[in-house]
């Protein structure tokens, strides 16, 4: 299996991390827009591609080829 086909899961802790929010807001969160896989009984991953489609979701546009600010462009 290449890396490109490989899917990255994350535990709560690193998924809170990449959204630089708490726990209890990704698991807020996850309860109606983040969508996350359950395994072992109550335990949880997310996928980053997920994560990624979420904030490009909030942002309202593709975050991969839109800089966030006019002037990353020019610089």
């Known amino acids: 299996m290449s890396s490109a086909d490989e ?19 990704l698991r807020s969160i996850q309860e109606n827009e983040l969508p996350s896989v359950k395994i072992f009984g109550k335990r949880r991953i997310w996928l980053r591609s997920d994560i990624l489609a979420y904030i490009r979701l909030k942002a309202g546009r593709d975050i991969s080829s839109t800089p966030a600010n006019v002037w990353d462009s020019i610089c």
Do not use: P, T
């Open 7 to 25: 899917v990255q899961c994350l535990n709560a802790k690193e998924a809170a991390n990449m959204l630089r929010i708490s726990q209890s807001s």
